[in-house]
C-alpha cells in the first residue's frame, strides 16, 4: 500500500479514555487495512471509480468501502450479488492496441491531432520531449511525474507524458490515477489527453460515453490543478483532447471536450463526501470486509453502513445489485429512481405511497398525498370508461 503520513483519529476530550471503536493508537491507514481484511491488498481507486463515487457523494457505503480498497466484485460475488458487467478481455486489448498506435513514433500522430484540434499556429511539433516516469510504487511514480511536469513547463517547450500517475485525496485518503496522457505546452499549458475504443462516426460520438470520457477526465484536471499551483507559469488547460477510432477502422479522430462543468460539479461534490474516518468511528467493533468471512457476516457489516442507491448505480457500482435487492425487499422508493423520489416527499416506501393513493394513509393537506389520491381517481376513471367500450 502506498505510504502517507497517517491520519490519527480525533480523542474523545471527556472522559478521557480511548474510544470504544477504534483505539486512539490505530491509524487511518490499519483502520482501514483492518476493515478490508489482514491478507487483502488494496484495490486502488482511478478516475472512473472517483467520477461515479463523485455522481453519488450520499453514499457512505461506496465512500467506505473504496476508500479503504476493498474489492467490491469479490464483496458482491461473496454475497450473493455478483455484477455481471465489466470489460471484456477483446475489448481491453483492443483498446490497448489502439491506444499504442495513437502514440506510435513518439506520439507523433497524437501531437498532429491535438495541435489540429486545439487551433495551435503553425505546423505540428516535432521535437517532442517523451520523460521517463518510471518509478518504484504509485507514490514514487506520482512524485515522478510532478517532477516531469515542473521541469517540461520551466523548459519551455513541448513534452508528452505517457500515462503520468497523480495523486488526489479524496475523503481524507489518497488516490493515484493515471491518465493516458497529458501533453505539456510551450506557454505552460497542461492538456489531458482520453484516448477510448468506442468510435468517433461522422465526427461525433456516442453523447453517453463522451459524457462518461469527460467527467473522467475531469478528475485528472482536478488532480493536475495541484501540482500546477506549486509550479511556476503552469496552468491546467479545462478542453480535453479526446481521442477515438475514426468510424469503423483503426484510424485515430479527435474532438475537443470542455470540462469546466464537470470540474465544478466534481470538485463541489468530492469536497461534500463524508470523511473516511468519520464513517470507520462509526461501525460496530470488529466490523470487516474480508470476503473470507461468511455471507451473513458480510451481510451484517454491509448493512452498518448506510446507502444511497438509485438505479444509475447499476452501471457504476459493482455492489448496485445487492443494494438494488435489499431496496426492493423493504419497498424503498429510491429503487424507482432519484426523480420519482424527490417528487414523493416524505413518503418512503412503495407501501406508503399505495396506501396514500388508495386514501387509507397520509394527510389529505399534503400536495404530494393529494397528487397520488388524484392520479388513482384518474386510472380508476379511465379503467372504468375502457371496460365500458366492449
Given at each position: 500500500m ?7 483519529l ?23 487495512a ?5 491478507a ?19 453514499c ?13 466484485t ?17 475489448a481491453?486489448?483492443?483498446?490497448n ?67 503520468p500517475?497523480?495523486?488526489l ?13 497529458v ?47 506549486a509550479?511556476d ?57 474480508d ?13 452498518s ?86
Open positions: 502506498p505510504r502517507h503520513r497517517p491520519v490519527h480525533p480523542r474523545p476530550t471527556s472522559p478521557p479514555e480511548a474510544p470504544r471503536d477504534v483505539p486512539s493508537a490505530v491509524t487511518l491507514r490499519q483502520r482501514l483492518e476493515l478490508r481484511g489482514p487483502v491488498a488494496p484495490r486502488p481507486l482511478d478516475a472512473r471509480a472517483l467520477a461515479a463515487l463523485a455522481a453519488n457523494p450520499g457512505k457505503r461506496r465512500a467506505l468501502l473504496d476508500g479503504a480498497g476493498v474489492d467490491k469479490a464483496l458482491a460475488t461473496a454475497l450473493g450479488s455478483p455484477a455481471p458487467f465489466g470489460q471484456s478481455q477483446f481491453f486489448m483492443r483498446g492496441a489502439f491506444e499504442a498506435k495513437v502514440k506510435a513514433d513518439g506520439g507523433t500522430e497524437l501531437m498532429r491531432l491535438l495541435h489540429e484540434r486545439l487551433g495551435e499556429p503553425g505546423e505540428a511539433p516535432r521535437d517532442v520531449a517523451v520523460p521517463d516516469l518510471s518509478a518504484a510504487g504509485p507514490e514514487g511514480r506520482a512524485a515522478r511525474t510532478a517532477l516531469a511536469l515542473r521541469e517540461a513547463t520551466g523548459a519551455g517547450g513541448w513534452a508528452l507524458l505517457d500515462h500517475m497523480l495523486a485525496e479524496v475523503a481524507g485518503s489518497p488516490a493515484y490515477l493515471e491518465p493516458d496522457a501533453v505539456v505546452h510551450p506557454d505552460g499549458t497542461w492538456t489531458v489527453v482520453e484516448i477510448k475504443s468506442f468510435p468517433m462516426i461522422d465526427g461525433s460520438a456516442d453523447a453517453a460515453k463522451v459524457g462518461a470520457a469527460a467527467r473522467q477526465s475531469a478528475v485528472y484536471v482536478l488532480a493536475l490543478e495541484r501540482i500546477a499551483a509550479t507559469g503552469a496552468e491546467v488547460g479545462h478542453r480535453v483532447l479526446l481521442v477515438c477510432p475514426k468510424d469503423f477502422s483503426n484510424l485515430p479522430a479527435a474532438s475537443v471536450v470542455d470540462v469546466r462543468k464537470q470540474c465544478a460539479v466534481t470538485r463541489r461534490q468530492l469536497i461534500r463526501l463524508t470523511r473516511i474516518e468519520d464513517i470507520a468511528a462509526a461501525l460496530p467493533e470488529g466490523t470487516t470486509f470476503p473470507e468471512r461468511s455471507p451473513e457476516e458480510l451481510g451484517r457489516a454491509v448493512e453502513v448506510t446507502a444511497a442507491y438509485a438505479p444509475e448505480c447499476l452501471a457504476a457500482c459493482e455492489l448496485a445489485f445487492h443494494c438494488r435487492g435489499k431496496a426492493r425487499a423493504t419497498g424503498a422508493v429510491e429503487a424507482l429512481g432519484r426523480s420519482v423520489r424527490g417528487e414523493l416527499g416524505g413518503l418512503t416506501t412503495v407501501g406508503a405511497v399505495l396506501a396514500a393513493a388508495a386514501g387509507k394513509e397520509g394527510d389529505p393537506a399534503d400536495p404530494t398525498v393529494s397528487a397520488l389520491r388524484r392520479a388513482a381517481a384518474l386510472r380508476a376513471e379511465a379503467l372504468e370508461g375502457g371496460s365500458g367500450c366492449h
